[in-house]
Structures are given as C-alpha cells and as structure tokens.
C-alpha cells in the first residue's frame, strides 16, 4: 500500500512558467519530506526539503508548500527552465513511526519546453 | 553533500552468475541504504545498515545480501542472477539522527539475460 503519491506522471510547461508538482501522503506520522531530482541512468538528486513544522520553505527558484490538513505537498519552480527537465520524486519518513526509512513516490517527468 | 560512488554503473550479466554491486562514501556516514528502482516506480528499499556489522532487510523482499565491513563500504551481492533481478539499483548514505537526508549515488543499471 503506498504511503506517498504523486498521482501525475508526467506535466509539460513552457520556459519562463512555473511549474508545479504534486504529492499526497497517507501516513500523518510522517514529519519530514523531500523532493528529490533525478535524470535518467543517474541516482536522484536532493533538492529541497520541509520540516512538518513549517508549511513552506525556500531555496532559490524552488519552493516547496506542505499543508499537513490535506497531506499534502508540492513543489514550484519559478521560472522554469530547460535544464529542469527531469523526474522529481517527493519523499517522506517520520523518525518516530518509519525509524527515518523513506518512503518515495512513482515520480513525475517534468518537460519544460524552450 | 555525500560522495557516493557505485560501480560498475552498467552490468549485463547471464542468469546464475553471481555479482557483487560495489557502494562506497568518502563522507564517513554511519547509514547507508540499497534501493531498487523500475522505471515509472517508486524506489523501494531493500537494505540498510546504520553502522558497522549492523545490516537490515528493508520492505521489499530481496534475494540480495549486504555487507558492512566498512563505515565507507557497503557491497551487495546476488549469489544466482535471475532476469527478474533486472532493474536499477540506487546507494544512499545519510547521517544524523532525525530528519536527515539521503544522498545517491549514480545508480547501477542491471540486465539479467
């Protein structure tokens, strides 16, 4: 049964748009999430994370917003860019409940066309 | 940010050998991790040790068995290769004891004929 989804395997957006990629999660133990990059035939990529504590946090073009009501979270990038192109998968774990293992989602292939 | 390097990055290999996958950090972690990942999967784990000769199965069942010798070393290995082995498989290393992050390798790409 998967605990963290991201019901949208793929989205397209223009150069210069924002891009925003989603997750939901089922497990409300779950106290820290991350996104993580990856391009394919190479091992994910950290970018961003958000503390259950905080409902948003910032690094740069990426901002990551985490509603704990909704379990849910995502992951907007302003602007986008071609080199974003890639798959982002969300992670979470919870300390407490999981002993820190990760629990990932199936991915979303971002485009973003020039 | 972890170094993390695996090799080989590609392995084509015929079914009953025996492979090793090789992991290791240079950032002196204490955990590290073993995932398989299918393409439009999530990544499943399948091992992890949080030390020295201390090893765990993960959630998904694996026929692979690790090794912690090392605190920078951290082997997996395949005793019979079979072509439902076939898939990518990722190292991690993290440290902290809460909230940490994970750090990847650049995976290996296995092929069981």
């Known amino acids: 049964d998967q605990q963290v989804k991201q019901n949208s395997p793929s989205l397209s957006v223009q150069e210069g748009r924002i891009s925003i990629l989603n997750c939901d999660y089922t497990n409300s133990m779950f106290d820290y999430f991350l996104w993580y990059k990856k391009y394919p035939a190479e091992g994910p990529t950290f970018l961003i994370s958000i503390s259950s504590i905080k409902d948003k946090n910032e690094d740069g073009r990426f901002t990551v917003f985490l509603n704990k009501s909704a379990k849910h979270l995502s992951l907007h990038i302003v602007p986008s860019q071609p080199g974003d192109s890639a798959v982002y998968f969300c992670?979470?774990?919870?300390?407490?409940?999981?002993?820190?293992?990760?629990?990932f989602g199936t991915g979303t292939s971002l485009t973003v066309i020039p | 940010e972890a170094d993390i390097y695996q090799t080989p990055r590609y392995l084509v290999i015929g079914t009953g050998k025996k492979i090793t996958l090789e992991c290791s950090q240079t950032?002196?972690?204490?955990?590290m991790y073993w995932y398989q990942q299918d393409p439009g999967m999530e990544l499943h784990l399948i091992h992890y040790?949080?030390?020295?000769?201390?090893?765990e199965k993960g959630d998904l069942s694996s026929e692979s068995t690790v090794s912690r010798i090392r605190t920078e070393h951290f082997p997996l290995t395949l005793e019979s290769a079979r072509p439902s082995h076939t898939s990518q498989y990722l190292c991690?290393?993290?440290?902290?004891?809460?909230?940490?992050?994970?750090?990847f390798g650049p995976g290996t790409r296995l092929l069981v004929l």
């Open positions: 950032m002196g972690h204490d955990k």
């Open positions: 992670a979470a774990s919870s300390y407490l409940n999981t002993g820190n293992q990760f629990y």
């Open positions: 991690a290393s993290s440290e902290g004891v809460i909230q940490e992050t994970q750090y």
């Open positions: 040790s949080y030390g020295v000769n201390s090893t």
